[in-house]
């Protein structure tokens, strides 16, 4: 029950299609801002090198069928704004891990949660993974990271815990505020 290979979501606004080595540019300006990357387990990106090591790592993962990185294009424009991940799929509990990244120029114009609810809506469908749907979505924010936290929970996932100290990254020690989603929870909640 591996994720689709290939996948193409719509929304008003937003399309989210599998990520392509055509995206990197636009990728790099997302990636490149220590802002967006503030709270994420990676160092900005300095060059398209770092965006083509990246790819390769999405693709090797994607290629196990335990991942489905998607990339955010805004409709008007064709810009690359953002990605958006579904990982660490566990096929024997339908469950899987959310991860989402949003250009700075993007945020506060609900365009995450636009794309989240399209992608909510997908994952948690019939037929979306194999012949199943998924059952449980995760995700680990930063209690620092105060905009995720209050998207998560707009989106229905349900606050479930404190993991104290749980990551070790840049230099820092930091705990994670552990989210989830029930599929039964989502379905009114993902409208977008």
Request: with cysteine; aromatic share 8%.
């Amino acid at each position: 029950m591996p994720f689709p290979a290939q996948l193409n979501i719509q929304s008003s606004r937003l399309a989210m299609r599998t990520v392509e080595e055509g995206d990197l540019p636009d990728l790099l300006a997302v990636n490149g801002d220590d802002a967006v990357t503030q709270y994420l387990p990676y160092a900005s990106w300095q060059s398209l090198d770092d965006g083509r090591a990246w790819l390769v790592r999405m693709q090797k993962l994607a290629a196990s069928g335990s991942s489905l990185q998607l990339v955010l294009v805004e409709k008007a424009t064709g810009r690359r704004i953002g990605t958006c991940l579904l990982f660490r799929l566990d096929e024997g509990s339908a469950r899987a891990e959310l991860g989402y990244v949003l250009g700075r120029a993007h945020w506060g114009k609900g365009l995450m949660f636009e794309a989240l609810s399209a992608v909510l809506a997908q994952a948690f469908s019939d037929g979306f993974v194999g012949s199943g749907a998924l059952r449980r979505l995760e995700a680990e924010v930063n209690p620092a990271n105060t905009a995720s936290c209050r998207l998560l929970e707009r989106l229905g996932f349900q606050p479930e815990g404190l993991l104290r100290q749980r990551w070790h990254v840049k230099g820092l020690v930091y705990d994670t505020r552990f989210y989830g989603l029930l599929r039964d929870e989502a379905r009114g909640a993902a409208a977008p």
